[in-house]
């Protein structure tokens, strides 16, 4: 049975999104925000985000990389399951990811986003886990930044799982 540590507790969460939704808030007022989830992971920070916002025009879309399937290692080869629906041309776009750990991802999913000439393309995470970084890549907005291990909850799942645990945890198999 695998160990679960705390690493984010629930207050922690939600005090951290108050605090990023008003930097966001604030950067973008008066604008249109498209925020894009990448699936399946950020889908509750997502959420959670969306409604702390106070800007009056947000769109909400996702997409999907591949996944670590059953495993705890970074790929690094990594493909687009579903793209955005949105029509993001001269648009602002928040990408929203649950963690940031090579950096990989998010550096193929901003050149990706970039190909359809939105404004501009900025980074929110629930988790940026700068120690494991191996590509340098700008994360605009960060909730927690923590060192290493891999999480669950809060989205976060192994195997499919543990995405519905309110908290984040450090799993030790
Ligand atoms: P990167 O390409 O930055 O190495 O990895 C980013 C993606 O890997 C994240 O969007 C997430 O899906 C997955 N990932 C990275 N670290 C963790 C972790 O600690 N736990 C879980 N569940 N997924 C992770």
């Known amino acids: 049975m695998p160990e679960f540590i705390p690493v984010v507790e629930k207050e922690d969460i939600h005090r951290q999104i108050t605090r990023v939704a008003a930097a966001i808030s604030a950067d973008y007022e008066g604008r249109e925000l498209i925020l894009i989830g990448v699936l399946k992971g950020a889908f509750i920070f997502l959420a959670d ?18 996944s670590y399937g059953a495993d705890t290692v970074s790929s690094e080869n990594i493909a687009l399951k579903k793209d955005v629906d949105l029509d993001i041309r001269g648009k602002d776009v928040l990408l929203v990811e649950d963690i940031v750990d090579t950096g990989l991802t998010l550096t193929r999913l901003i050149a990706h986003l970039k190909g359809f000439g939105p404004r501009s393309v900025r980074v929110c995470a629930m988790i940026d886990k700068r120690e494991r970084r191996k590509v340098a ?13 891999f999480l669950v909850g809060y989205g976060l799942d192994y195997a499919e799982n543990f995405r519905n645990l309110p908290e984040i945890y450090h799993m030790k198999l």
Do not use: H, N, P, W
């Open 49 to 66: 985000l969306a409604r702390c916002l106070t800007l009056e025009k947000i769109k909400i879309d996702f997409l999907q990389a591949s």
């Open 137 to 149: 890549v700008a994360v605009d907005y960060a909730c927690s930044t923590v060192a290493d291990g």
